[in-house]
Antibody, heavy 122, light 107 residues
Framework: DVQLVESGGGLVKPGGSLRLSCAAS????????MNWVRQAPGKGLEWVSS????????YYADSVKGRFTISRDNAKNSLCLQMNSLRAEDTAVYYC???????????????WGQGTLVTVSS | EIVMTQSPATLSVSPGERATLSCRAS??????LAWYQQTPGQAPRLLIY???ARATGIPARFSGSGSGTEFTLTISSLQSEDSAVYYC?????????FGQGTKLEIK
């Protein structure tokens, strides 16, 4: 079974940094693109970033471009999201989501982690 | 970016009755439309993809229809565990985008 387990969330002050991790298991990690999708409290879902299986293609939502960095370590079956210059509006549950292709495409999402909460507040 | 609009925001339906949820796209997404169910504290669960194909393990009482810009999720014979927020998502254009959700309450 596909398992995605996020960690690294917590409380951080505006302007601060946080690094989220996602441990993947149950599939050949390097064969699939990976994504981060977030959900602000009481709000809908927002795509944040995507990375192809070989890290050749990386994309960001305009709302996080220049502040967030997605990366992956295929040897360790892990996905990361480095978040810098955090703002109050970045407060959300961040989900690690597996794609169904090696490359990055617009697609539906079948495999989600349970999420990790990031709170940006002074 | 394609804007997805869901209606109504909240829907209250009695057990055993049918619920009809709507999703409209700001431009055509052909049949590249998915539906998700989210219960409190849980991650979204894929219900429908390709506008009408049920995902693995999804009961037959969930059905999707539509194409282009107008889509419908129908839940027949509602059960208490169907109480949740339902989201639509278009994946025809990059980046994919989600609707704001419809909260389904069971009376």
């Amino acid at each position: 079974d596909v398992q995605l387990v996020e960690s690294g969330g917590g409380l951080v002050k505006p302007g601060g940094s946080l690094r989220l991790s996602c441990a993947a298991s149950g599939f050949t990690f390097s064969s699939y693109s990976m994504n981060w999708v977030r959900q602000a409290p009481g709000k809908g879902l927002e795509w944040v970033s995507s990375i192809s299986g070989s890290s050749n293609y990386i994309y960001y939502a305009d709302s996080v471009k220049g502040r967030f960095t997605i990366s992956r370590d295929n040897a360790k079956n892990s996905l990361c999201l480095q978040m810098n210059s955090l703002r109050a509006e970045d407060t959300a549950v961040y989900y690690c989501v597996r794609g169904d292709n090696n490359w990055v495409v617009a697609e539906y999402f079948q495999h989600w982690g349970q999420g990790t909460l990031v709170t940006v507040s002074s | 970016e394609i804007v997805m609009t869901q209606s109504p925001a909240t829907l209250s339906v009695s057990p055993g009755e049918r619920a009809t949820l709507s999703c409209r796209a700001s431009q055509s997404v052909t049949s590249n439309l998915a539906w998700y169910q989210q219960t409190p504290g849980q991650a979204p669960r894929l219900l429908i993809y390709g506008a009408s194909a049920r995902a693995t393990g999804i009961p037959a009482r969930f059905s999707g229809s539509g194409s282009g810009t107008e889509f419908t999720l129908t839940i027949s014979s509602l059960q208490s565990e169907d109480s949740a927020v339902y989201y639509c998502q278009q994946y025809n254009n990059w980046p994919s985008s989600f609707g704001q959700g419809t909260k389904l309450e069971i009376k």
